[in-house]
């Protein structure tokens, strides 16, 4: 019996990975639960699944959900504390961080200093900090099991394989709703236009950063941390159909994918039962015939410069991923809410980008300072 904390469980991920939970309820046990305000989807789901410890980030909600579970043993906790309560309590052997934003960085910090395992979806932590995450990984020996599809797909294409043979890695894109496009006309588009995601049903913010493709660069940053690899060894390929996760290419040629249908509960089912492959029941299998036919193009990096933006962040490293994911954070917010258009938001980031100086290897007070740093230069600019 594996006991579970997922972080983020009212959301895309953390609701699928319950499913999962529910399905496979001999082998998991949903210990802990946390979510930012939703109470009502979330008094569902501890009457549901029974925690332990719960956290509700917001004060207020928090307080009301407890009169609402009161007939229940359960601790209900708030806010940074109560997160971080919920990463590292004694019961959990393995945390689900599905939160979304760098909100994520320090309870996935203190989850893997009290040696829990990690199932990673939150992407933001691991491009922000990836420097300090990645050597305490090492240091407490646990296992940071990737959630996001083409990271999965990869950790498995490099499943018995020697390393130091890899070559580079092709990290496939759907390319949004809005392939093909070019700036003219992604200029007025709506949050409702890029929330119609052609193959995948995520959250909003994801959603809209598959629009942007900065989602894709976000994830070469993830790619580099999680495989230990350099910026240029990851190729991105726009790959429409997304049938192929993502594939690693060796030196000597060959090319090893893992294919299936686009369904996120494939990837974090494979991180809950790593290395075990438990019998699919819940989705489809993939019938090749049905699927047809796979392409696969160049992205557009100078319509979608968002994609562009993120790798020279990359490359540059230190606190400048941290800009990157900040004022994509602080625009997409604003986009969502119909304050800003489609494509302020890597108008933004350039922007933000070009301000900053970096600051080398920046501890996780810096990365948190130059989060806020973000912020309060973009508003400045706005005048918002
Ligand atoms: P959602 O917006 O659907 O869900 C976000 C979850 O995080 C919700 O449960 C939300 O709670 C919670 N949350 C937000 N802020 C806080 C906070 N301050 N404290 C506690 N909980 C908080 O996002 P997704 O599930 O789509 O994405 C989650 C992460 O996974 C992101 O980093 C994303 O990039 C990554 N990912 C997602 C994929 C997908 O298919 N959805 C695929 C690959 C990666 P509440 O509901 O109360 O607001
Ligand atoms: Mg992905």
Redesign the pocket.
């Given at each position: 019996m594996k006991n579970i904390a997922v972080?983020?469980?009212?959301?895309?991920?953390?609701m699928q990975t319950l499913e999962i939970a529910r399905e496979y309820a001999d082998d998991i046990r949903v210990a802990v639960l946390?979510?930012?305000?939703?109470i009502e989807?979330?008094e569902q789901q501890v009457r549901e699944f029974k925690p332990g410890l719960v956290?509700?980030?917001d004060e207020d909600k928090a307080r009301l959900l407890k009169d609402r579970v009161n007939d229940l043993d359960v601790r209900v906790t708030a806010g940074m504390d109560g997160?971080i309560a919920c990463a590292t309590d004694a019961d959990v052997d393995m945390v689900v961080a599905?939160?979304?934003?760098m909100?994520?960085i320090l309870p996935t910090v203190e989850a893997i200093k009290a040696g829990k395992d990690i199932a990673l979806?939150?992407?933001?932590t691991l491009v922000t900090a990836g420097h300090i995450i990645m050597p305490l990984v090492k240091e407490k020996n646990i296992r940071l099991l990737p959630?996001?599809?083409e990271h999965s797909a990869i950790f498995q294409a490099l499943n018995g394989e020697d390393r130091k043979n890899v070559y580079r890695i092709l990290l496939t894109a759907s390319g949004g709703p809005f392939h093909g496009m070019k700036k003219a006309d992604l200029e007025t588009m709506t949050a409702k236009d890029a929330l119609k995601h052609p193959n995948?049903?995520?959250?909003?913010?994801?959603t809209i950063?598959s629009a942007t493709l900065v989602?894709k660069a976000?994830e070469v940053m993830e790619a580099v941390w999680l495989f230990n690899l350099s910026i240029d060894q990851v190729k991105v390929i726009i790959h429409r159909q997304s049938i192929i996760h993502s594939m690693v290419e060796y030196a000597d040629g060959s090319v090893i994918a893992q294919l299936g249908l686009p369904d996120?509960r494939l990837p974090i089912q494979y991180a809950l039962f790593y290395p075990e492959r438990k019998r699919m029941k819940l989705g489809e299998r993939a019938d090749f015939a049905k699927i047809g036919t796979l392409t696969f193009e160049e992205p557009d990096m100078e319509t979608f410069y968002g994609l562009r933006l993120g790798i020279e962040a990359g490359r540059l490293g230190g606190s400048m991923p941290t800009v990157f994911n900040a004022a994509n954070e602080w625009a997409v917010a604003r986009f969502l809410k119909g304050e800003i258009g489609f494509m302020d938001i890597p108008r933004i980031i350039g922007k933000a980008m070009d301000n900053h100086e970096i600051i080398g290897n920046p501890s996780l007070d810096e990365i948190l300072y130059t989060e806020k740093q973000t912020y309060d230069f973009i508003k400045g600019i706005m005048k918002i």
């Open positions: 972080l983020g469980s009212t959301g895309s991920i953390g946390a979510a930012h305000s939703n989807l979330l956290c509700v980030y997160l599905a939160m979304v934003g909100i994520g979806a939150n992407k933001e959630v996001d599809s995948w049903r995520m959250g909003p913010k994801i950063d989602n976000l996120m």
